[in-house]
């Protein structure tokens, strides 16, 4: 299967999902993550229109980047390791993993621009997932606030790889929810509008439950 078809695939998936709802599909951004693939995938996939390339590690980013540049919207999908935001700080257009202050500290010192970030939160009970837990996110939020190469333009979880589909959404609402107390707040360095969640097995339920960027590998590049 190419990437063209692929995607006619997700596109026709996403409209039905949002007229089932009342959404416009044009308000979810697809991410096409690219970390296991060669670039020439990754050109494929700029090809066939989708601008939003996702890689979850420095190297690979790094290595894409050489050949693609700036022809691609950059997103930093993964842990992002505080030694290494140097590398990679100038060149993504988004971070979706900021999960700590000692990390926005770093990027605060490294950052050329002002960094669109959303924070991880972990909305999920899987001991492997990451993230500031629902209840500490507020406050980590507004401690962001003297950061002024960062805004928190949104949040992102991953929900727990199952078949369960409550359990999912359950993880996804809890976000949106928590979104929703943030925006309220009124916070200018965290307009918070968006929401990062949803991958190749479960971007309809996220959809369906408010995200506005949906990351996808398998679905896209397999």
């Keep these: 299967m190419?990437?063209?078809?692929?995607?006619?695939?997700?596109?026709?998936?996403?409209?039905?999902?949002?007229?089932?709802?009342?959404?416009?599909?044009?308000?979810?951004?697809?991410i096409a993550?690219?970390?296991?693939?060669?670039?020439?995938?990754?050109?494929?996939?700029?090809?066939?229109?989708?601008?939003?390339?996702?890689?979850?590690?420095?190297?690979?980013?790094?290595?894409?980047?050489?050949?693609?540049?700036?022809?691609?919207?950059?997103h930093f999908i993964g842990s992002l390791q505080t030694r290494k935001v140097k590398d990679i700080i100038n060149i993504v257009d988004y971070i979706h993993s900021l999960d700590r202050l000692s990390l926005a500290a770093e990027i605060q010192k490294r950052a050329t621009k002002r960094i669109r970030c959303f924070v991880q939160v972990k909305t999920s009970a899987e001991e492997a997932k990451q993230g500031i837990s629902p209840s500490e996110a507020l406050d980590f939020i507004k401690q962001l606030a003297?950061?002024?190469?960062?805004?928190?333009?949104?949040?992102?979880?991953?929900?727990?790889?199952?078949?369960?589909?409550?359990?999912?959404?359950?993880c996804f609402r809890q976000l949106k929810e928590l979104q929703l107390q943030v925006q309220?707040?009124?916070?200018?360095?965290?307009?918070?509008?968006?929401?990062s969640m949803g991958m190749s097995n479960d971007f309809s339920i996220a959809v369906e439950e408010g995200a506005t960027f949906i990351r996808l590998g398998t679905i896209l590049v397999k």
């Design 184 to 195: 309220a707040q009124e916070l200018p360095h965290a307009p918070c509008h968006e929401l």
């Design 2 to 30: 190419t990437v063209l078809t692929n995607l006619a695939y997700v596109k026709q998936e996403l409209e039905q999902t949002c007229s089932r709802i009342g959404r416009q599909a044009q308000e979810v951004t697809l």
């Design 146 to 170: 003297i950061y002024d190469k960062i805004e928190v333009v949104g949040l992102m979880t991953m929900a727990p790889y199952t078949e369960n589909t409550s359990e999912i959404r359950h």
């Design 33 to 74: 993550v690219t970390k296991s693939v060669k670039t020439e995938k990754a050109l494929e996939v700029l090809d066939a229109g989708l601008l939003h390339l996702g890689e979850n590690r420095n190297e690979g980013l790094l290595a894409k980047y050489e050949e693609i540049g700036s022809r691609a919207i950059w």
